[in-house]
């Protein structure tokens, strides 16, 4: 029988983040996402800061919790470093999520079990990684719940056949689905061996596919094997210079030669770079870095051209030796084939916008970007040519109060004052419970000075905005009113004011 073994570094994100911001292990550190502790360190949790807790909360039981946002690609980046050293140790390593990796157990080669997992916990700590647990178990779900309860750098083997047996006392929360867990313990159910004992057609019937396989892991029925990772080749490149350059133009010239090398080198393993890190070195050091994405993927041009807006941006202050282009995120060559009619007119597009940035700054050249929000101009954010859209509001979210399909077709860059009144001409409006105080039966749209018959309205899709914050707090009403010319309008009402946000055209 196949033996897995788990290997878990808790609180990665924290772990990673604080690398990356080269902060002192003792200090209290919170990651957030969401505006929510993501993550927490040792010393913040001694504080009382949890996971899930809102950050005014955090920070009022640990005032000097430092704060930072969950970046996930500084967590993959950083666990590259620990998957490399396992691999040294013991090929065909599967990466669950940062943090968190599976393998088979290289028993025989290290001389048992134990053996093999002290190994590897004293090759991670050599890299700084001391807190590294192992969990060694028939099966990959028993194995990562044996290593969440090993101590630090230590492991916990679950003797072979015995998985259901370990898995049995343990609380019913280890199941990764709050919504079944949080009705498994309505219906009393506490442990492992509770939700075990229940016939397995009856939780497929009641809980489908996800529920069907959680039932056979708390089993210890597990028959996943692992997906074996195939380690990234060495595709980053460098470019020397001796003597060391000074002007931007001339390092942009001497670097296209590296530039071709290493989009060649990505496309001869079939992958395309979509996110690049320029690193800038003077004398050995480095003196300027930034990480760069591209809509499509990155050209020599498009490394050339980033190479020297980089430097005129932030011109370095000595000359410099050396243009590192590092790959941070690559995806297969496949997914960006140009279509049977080639990819020539947007090429012309992309080359073109590209020297009007030259000309006029990377900032300077915008398209527009369609992100969640409740109001139309909430909607729209503005992204550099060339750039991905990063940090954008998620689209897939219900965002209580906004409005229906379609959307507006202009949307006013500052609303224009408006007024709906009712039958007797009295103004309309919302009250607090959100609650029309009469029918509208006039209105005047932007650009008119007379009342017009209103024909069809819609609403009112009421909002209350930033309640906590007196200063910033909005309570708005929205209402879509169509005119008996046709005419059809994306109105709002406010403190009893009547205002246009947009025209559906």
Same mark, same amino acid.
């Given at each position: 029988m196949a033996r897995f073994m788990v290997l878990w570094c808790p609180d990665w994100p924290v772990v990673a983040a604080m690398n990356d911001e080269d902060l002192p292990a003792h200090m209290p550190v919170a990651v957030f996402a969401k505006g929510q502790v993501f993550a927490c360190s040792a010393a913040a949790r001694r504080d $009382? &800061?949890?996971?899930?807790?809102?950050?005014?909360?955090?920070?009022?039981? @640990?005032?000097?919790?430092?704060?930072?946002?969950?970046?996930?690609?500084?967590?993959?980046? #950083?666990?590259?470093?620990?998957? #490399?050293?396992?691999?040294?140790?013991?090929? $065909?390593?599967?990466?669950?999520r940062p943090g968190l990796c599976a393998l088979r157990v290289p028993a025989r080669f290290y001389g048992g079990e134990a053996e093999a997992a002290a190994v590897i916990a004293e090759r991670l700590v050599e890299l700084g990684m001391w807190d590294c647990r192992a969990g060694?178990?028939?099966?990959?779900f028993a194995a990562e719940q044996a290593a969440r309860r090993a101590a630090p750098q230590d492991s916990l083997v679950v003797p072979a056949g015995e998985s259901a047996q370990f898995l049995a006392a343990l609380p019913i929360e280890i199941v990764d689905d709050p919504a079944m867990v949080s009705l498994l313990r309505r219906m009393g159910i506490r442990t492992i061996s509770d939700f075990a004992a229940l016939p397995a057609r009856d939780v497929h019937m009641r809980f489908g596919n996800l529920g069907a396989t959680m039932h056979r892991l708390a089993r210890g029925v597990e028959v996943a094997d692992i997906?074996?990772?195939?380690?990234p080749p060495d595709i980053e490149r460098h470019s020397d210079f001796e003597p060391p350059l000074a002007n931007a133009e001339s390092i942009a010239f001497s670097l296209r030669r590296c530039s071709e090398e290493f989009v060649a080198g990505l496309a001869g393993v079939g992958l395309v770079c979509t996110t690049l890190r320029?690193?800038?070195? @003077?004398?050995?050091? &480095?003196?300027?870095?930034?990480?760069?994405?591209?809509?499509? +993927?990155?050209?020599?041009?498009? @490394?050339?051209?980033?190479?020297? +807006?980089?430097?005129?941006?932030?011109?370095?202050?000595?000359?410099?030796?050396?243009?590192?282009?590092?790959?941070?995120?690559?995806?297969?060559?496949?997914?960006? #084939?140009?279509?049977?009619?080639g990819s020539g007119p947007a090429e012309r597009i992309d080359r073109g916008l590209a020297r009007v940035q030259s000309m006029v700054g990377h900032e300077a050249v915008v398209s527009p970007v369609v992100q969640g929000g409740r109001g139309p101009a909430d909607r729209q954010a503005w992204v550099p040519w060339g750039d991905k859209a990063v940090a954008l509001r998620p689209r897939g979210l219900p965002w209580p109060g906004s409005i229906p399909e379609p959307a507006p077709a202009t949307v006013f860059a500052e609303p224009q004052e408006a007024l709906v009144v009712g039958a007797e001409g009295q103004v309309i409006g919302v009250s607090g419970r959100g609650v029309v105080t009469g029918e509208p039966m006039r209105f005047r749209a932007p650009g008119s000075d007379r009342m017009q018959p209103v024909a069809?309205?819609?609403?009112?899709?009421?909002?209350?905005?930033? +309640? +906590?914050?007196?200063?910033?707090?909005?309570?708005?009403?929205?209402?879509?009113?169509?005119?008996?010319d046709g005419s059809a309008w994306l109105m709002m009402v406010e403190d009893g004011r009547w205002w246009t946000e947009a025209r559906y055209d």
């Open positions: $009382g &800061v949890r996971r899930d807790m809102r950050q005014r909360d955090a920070q009022s039981r @640990c005032p000097d919790l430092v704060v930072l946002d969950h970046r996930p690609d500084v967590d993959a980046r #950083a666990f590259e470093a620990v998957l #490399a050293a396992v691999e040294a140790l013991s090929p $065909g390593v599967s990466p669950i060694i178990a028939d099966g990959i997906s074996r990772r195939t380690p320029i690193e800038v070195e @003077c004398e050995g050091s &480095v003196v300027g870095l930034r990480t760069w994405l591209h809509p499509r +993927w990155f050209s020599p041009t498009d @490394c050339v051209d980033r190479v020297r +807006w980089q430097l005129q941006a932030d011109p370095a202050r000595e000359p410099v030796s050396r243009v590192r282009l590092v790959p941070e995120t690559v995806e297969p060559l496949a997914n960006h #084939a140009d279509t049977l009619w069809a309205w819609a609403g009112p899709w009421p909002i209350d905005e930033l +309640w +906590w914050d007196e200063a910033a707090a909005r309570r708005i009403a929205r209402f879509q009113v169509v005119g008996v």
